[in-house]
């Protein structure tokens, strides 16, 4: 059974830090490339940050660069979302995806989400 689980979320004051953790199982993680995502109330789902199966690469949104930093460890099938700086505005839920593409194949996985509450 695939699962993503999301964890890490909380209240947190602007200027704060938190790190955010994505447990993987259910398939072969090192084989997917992996994003966060975030959805604030009323608004669309957007992408945060993402990174190659290898971890060679990464992106970031442009409201997040400098202050959220994306990284995976595949001998623990966990992707993390370091988020400093942190203002009202990055409240959300945050969401983990997985994708993989090979040719026309495709197949992804998305996680619950966990709550981030930016506020003093």
């Known amino acids: 059974q695939v699962q993503l689980v999301e964890s890490g979320g909380g209240l947190v004051q602007p200027g704060g830090s938190l790190r955010l953790s994505c447990a993987a199982s259910?398939?072969?993680?090192?084989?997917?490339?992996m994003s966060w995502y975030r959805q604030a109330p009323g608004q669309e789902r957007e992408l945060v940050a993402d990174i190659t199966s290898a971890g060679g690469r990464t992106n970031y949104a442009d409201s997040v660069k400098g202050r959220f930093t994306i990284s995976r460890d595949n001998a623990k099938n966990t992707v993390y979302l370091q988020m400093t700086s942190l203002k009202p505005e990055d409240t959300a839920v945050y969401y983990c995806?997985?994708?993989?593409?090979?040719?026309?194949?495709?197949?992804?996985?998305w996680g619950q989400g966990t709550q981030v509450t930016v506020s003093s």
């Open positions: 995806y997985a994708e993989r593409v090979v040719g026309a194949w495709r197949n992804d996985y």
């Open positions: 259910g398939f072969t993680f090192s084989g997917y490339a």
